[in-house]
C-alpha cells in the first residue's frame, strides 16, 4: 500500500542535542509537508516542499530546518531542541498539479513523538 | 489577519446527528477541508468543498458559504468510532490551516 512512513515514532532526545526526524513516501507526491502538534492543539505547518522548492513559514523558528534529498524523503533538523519543542511531528505529503498548484488532499504519515529532557 | 472558530468539544449519543461550524478568515482561500484525527493518530482526509454547498460522502456530509466565510461537517448515524477531534482547514492554495478541533464524544 502507498504510504507516509515517519521513523521513529518515539524519539527522545537531550535539551539542546540535535535531532532528525524521518519521513518517506511511496506516494509519490511532488509536495512534502512537516507539522508541529502540541498536545491538545492543532497541527501548525512549519514548512514544505514543492519538488525541490523549500517554503519555510513565517514564524518557524530558525531552530528548525528540513532537507529532501529526493523524491522520496523528508528530513525534519532541530539543531538545539528546548523543552517547548517537544510535540509530534507530522509529515504529509500531496500531489503537485500540472497546473502549478496543489491538491487539496494531504496524506500524513503516523507522526514521530519528541521528548525533550 | 487569520482566525479560525470551531467548537472545542461536542458529545452526542450513537445514532444521532452532529453538526461541527466552523467560521473562518484568511486570505487566499481556495476551499474548506475537514479532518479527522483519533487520540494518538494522524489526521486523515474526510472532505473537502471548493464551492457553496454540500458535499456528500456517505454518512459524513460537508457544507460550504464563501460568501459568510462558513463552514459544517454533518455526522450522521454516529457511531462509537466517530469519537475523534475533527479539524476544518481552510487551504491556501496547498497549505492547510487547522483551526484549533472539536473533540467529539459519542456515548452509547
Not at chain 1, 502538534?37 to 513559514?57: G, M, R, T
Not at chain 1, 531542541?81 to 509529515?91: F, I, N, S, T, V
Not at chain 2, 474548506?32 to 468543498?49: E, I, K, M, R, V
Request: net charge negative; aromatic share 14%; with cysteine.
Amino acid at each position: 500500500d502507498a504510504m507516509v512512513i515517519q521513523n521513529p515514532r518515539y524519539q527522545v532526545t537531550q535539551f539542546g542535542k540535535p535531532v532528525t526526524l524521518s519521513c518517506s513516501q511511496t506516494l509519490n507526491h511532488n509536495v512534502m509537508y512537516w507539522y508541529q502538534q502540541k498536545s491538545s492543539q492543532a497541527p501548525k505547518l512549519l514548512f514544505h516542499y514543492y519538488d525541490k522548492d523549500f517554503n519555510n513559514e513565517a514564524d518557524t523558528p530558525d531552530n528548525f530546518q528540513s532537507r529532501r534529498p529526493n523524491t522520496s524523503f523528508c528530513f525534519l533538523d532541530i539543531r538545539s531542541p528546548g523543552l517547548g519543542d517537544a510535540a509530534m511531528y507530522l509529515c504529509a505529503t500531496s500531489r503537485g498539479l500540472s497546473s502549478g498548484s496543489i491538491s487539496y488532499e494531504q496524506y500524513f504519515g503516523p507522526g514521530t513523538r519528541l521528548t525533550v529532557t | 489577519g487569520q482566525s479560525l472558530e470551531q467548537p472545542s468539544e461536542v458529545t452526542a449519543v450513537e445514532g444521532a446527528i452532529v453538526q461541527i461550524n466552523c467560521t473562518y478568515q484568511t486570505s487566499g482561500f481556495y476551499g474548506l477541508s475537514w479532518y479527522q484525527q483519533h487520540d494518538g493518530g494522524a489526521p486523515t482526509f474526510l472532505s473537502y468543498n471548493a464551492l457553496d454547498g454540500l458535499e456528500e460522502t456517505g454518512r459524513f456530509s460537508s457544507f460550504l458559504s464563501r460568501s459568510d466565510s462558513y463552514g459544517y461537517l454533518l455526522l450522521q448515524e454516529l457511531q462509537m468510532k466517530d469519537s475523534a477531534s475533527y479539524f476544518c482547514a481552510p487551504n491556501q492554495g496547498g497549505k492547510l490551516i487547522f483551526g484549533q478541533g472539536t473533540e467529539l464524544s459519542v456515548k452509547p
